[in-house]
T-cell receptor
């Protein structure tokens, strides 16, 4: 069965500090992986996606993620946190059947302290 | 703005009632997906339609049904509502498969 685990339901960083949100997945087939962000009272916005090819993926707002097959991980990073990054972040997996059906992690709430 | 619209934004209703949630996909997108977001279950895939046909089903209750119309908008019907159905319901769309673009959601409160 496919699954996504986000390590840490809450992460707190200071403004300007490195952001690291962890995501591990389980899949018997090559996965497509995504990070979405959800601001309060809003829908989910796609940050970045990995399908095939280059394992370091750059997204919007300065975020990037690296697909590591050997570690079954797809951690999200940003070199310097901004107050506006405070939100909930979801890692998601789609099996290679390319159905568009996403399996989401439980989410990580990012708090940015001034 | 993802280009996906959902109405209504909020819905408050009583147990046992029936409601309809509406979604208009992005222009040109043929696939529509419905997801439920609740505190205890997280984000769960309910159902997918592609160009009017049901394509995939997830954890959708029998009390729930959906359809996609010729103009590609979709409706999610929830009946015999229970307190536990209170959640955010998201619609998403895509050209065919991922990535998905999500709407702002409909917050359903069942009292």
């Amino acid at each position: 069965a496919q699954s996504v685990t986000q390590l840490g339901s809450h992460v707190s960083v200071s403004e300007g500090a490195l952001v690291l949100l962890r995501c591990n997945y389980s899949s018997s087939v090559p996965p497509y992986l995504f990070w979405y962000v959800q601001y309060p009272n809003q829908g989910l916005q796609l940050l970045l996606k990995y399908t095939t090819g280059a394992t370091l993926v750059k997204g919007i707002n300065g975020f990037e993620a690296e697909f590591k097959k050997s570690e079954t991980s797809f951690h999200l990073t940003k070199p310097s946190a901004h107050m506006s990054d405070a939100a909930e972040y979801f890692c998601a997996l789609e099996g290679s059947s390319n159905t568009g059906k996403l399996i989401f992690g439980q989410g990580t709430t990012l708090q940015v302290k001034p | 703005d993802s280009g996906v619209t959902q109405t209504p934004k909020h819905l408050i209703t009583a147990t046992g009632q029936r409601v309809t949630l509406r979604c208009s996909p992005r222009s040109g997108d043929l696939s529509v997906y419905w997801y439920q977001q609740s505190l205890d279950q997280g984000l769960q895939f309910l159902i997918q339609y592609y160009n009017g046909e049901e394509r995939a089903k997830g954890n959708i209750l029998e009390r729930f049904s959906a359809q996609q119309f010729p103009d590609l908008h979709s409706e999610l019907n929830l009946s015999s509502l229970e307190l536990g159905d209170s959640a955010l319901y998201f619609c998403a769309s895509s050209v065919d498969s991922s990535p998905l673009y999500f709407g702002p959601g409909t917050r359903l409160t069942v009292t």
